[in-house]
Nanobody
């Protein structure tokens, strides 16, 4: 059983930066890909970024390309989301997810319903 715990969210002004962290426990972290999603009030959970088990392959939603960077440190069982040049429309609860069943293609747009392991989320609010 894998457990995930996000941290690093907060309230920032537009154009600021934040780094989110997601720590995994309970299983060999380096054996599965990881992803970040977000969910704004009244909207569905949407894919943000994904990274392969080795960190060698990443994939991003178009709306974060060039601004967000996903990375991982397998020695620390942690995946990160560096968010730069934040916009008010980035306001959402951010969740990490683990592809423990190895069913998702990292370079595809992940679908939330395909994943079973989630963290509790960390809220990000960007003021204008």
């Amino acid at each position: 059983q894998v457990q995930l715990a996000e941290s690093g969210g907060g309230l920032v002004q537009a154009r600021a930066s934040l780094r989110l962290s997601c720590v995994a426990s309970g299983r060999t972290f380096s054996s599965f890909a990881m992803g970040w999603f977000r969910q704004a009030p009244g909207k569905e959970r949407e894919f943000v970024a994904a990274i392969s088990w080795s960190g060698g392959t990443t994939h991003y939603a178009d709306f974060v390309k060039g601004r967000f960077t996903i990375s991982r440190d397998n020695a620390k069982n942690t995946v990160y989301l560096q968010m730069n040049t934040l916009k008010p429309e980035d306001t959402a609860v951010y969740y990490c997810a683990a592809d423990v069943e190895n069913i998702v293609v990292v370079t595809s747009t992940w679908v939330a319903g395909d994943l079973e392991v989630w963290g509790q989320g960390t809220p990000v609010t960007v003021s204008s």
